[in-house]
Nanobody, 127 residues
Framework: EVQLQASGGGLVQTGGSLRLSCAASGFSSGEYAIGWFRQAPGKEREGISCISGRDATTAYADAVKGRFTISTDNAKSTVYLQMNAMKPEDTGVYYC????????????????????WGQGTQVTVSS
């Protein structure tokens, strides 16, 4: 059974940092591409970052470029999202998800490409 669990959310002040973790089971995080998504209340869910399986190619949404960094520890089957210089606009529920397609040199920020989803973790950035 493929399972993903996001953790590490919490309350942080503007300009602060958080690191989210996505623990994978039922597969190796090096086999599938992993994406991070977020959803603010009343807003559409958006893809913010992803990392491919074999060569760890990464992609970022414009809203987080230069502030967020995605990385993976395949030995621990865990993907991380380091979030720096956080803004109130970063507030929302953050999800990690897996794209099971055999795509190892690029990754997708489209929600529909990801078939396995974690529970989500709340991130709140205070003004």
């Amino acid at each position: 059974e493929v399972q993903l669990q996001a953790s590490g959310g919490g309350l942080v002040q503007t300009g602060g940092s958080l690191r989210l973790s996505c623990a994978a089971s039922g597969f190796s995080s090096g086999e599938y591409a992993i994406g991070w998504f977020r959803q603010a209340p009343g807003k559409e869910r958006e893809g913010i970052s992803c990392i491919s399986g074999r060569d760890a190619t990464t992609a970022y949404a414009d809203a987080v470029k230069g502030r967020f960094t995605i990385s993976t520890d395949n030995a621990k089957s865990t993907v991380y999202l380091q979030m720096n210089a956080m803004k109130p606009e970063d507030t929302g529920v953050y999800y990690c998800a897996a794209d099971p397609r055999p795509l190892y040199t690029y990754c997708s920020l489209y929600e529909d490409d990801h078939h396995f989803w974690g529970q989500g973790t709340q991130v709140t950035v205070s003004s």
